[in-house]
Nanobody
Framework: QVQLVESGGGLVQPGGSLRLSCAAS????????MDWYRQAPGKERELVAT???????NYADSVKGRCTISRDNGKNTVYLEMNSLKPEDTAVYYC???????????????WGKGTLVTVSS
């Protein structure tokens, strides 16, 4: 089993910044791609950003230029730096990662429980 714990959410004014973290722990041999998703009230969960195991990022158009995803493989942690935040960025932010527990085991996806980001004046 792998546990993912997000942190760094909170209340921020429009135009402000936040840095989210997601730390993975448990039976981890290798870590594959890691993603940040978000779900706003009344809306479906959407992909915000993804980063491959070698650090190549991709972003949703809605956050491109305002967010930076990064990872620390030594700490099994992924980050999401968010700048120029808008009220429409308000959502619960979830991280997801792909993990394998040994060289013979299949890859499995795990989700964190989310951290709330509220952008409001």
């Amino acid at each position: 089993q792998v546990q993912l714990v997000e942190s760094g959410g909170g209340l921020v004014q429009p135009g402000g910044s936040l840095r989210l973290s997601c730390a993975a722990s448990g039976s981890i041999f290798r870590v594959g791609p890691m993603d940040w998703y978000r779900q706003a009230p009344g809306k479906e969960r959407e992909l915000v950003a993804t980063i491959t195991s070698d650090g190549s990022p991709n972003y949703a158009d809605s956050v491109k230029g305002r967010c930076t995803i990064s990872r620390d493989n030594g700490k099994n942690t992924v980050y999401l730096e968010m700048n120029s935040l808008k009220p429409e960025d308000t959502a619960v932010y979830y991280c997801k990662g792909s993990f394998t527990k040994n060289i013979f085991a299949p890859w499995k996806d795990y989700w964190g429980k989310g951290t709330l980001v509220t952008v409001s004046s």
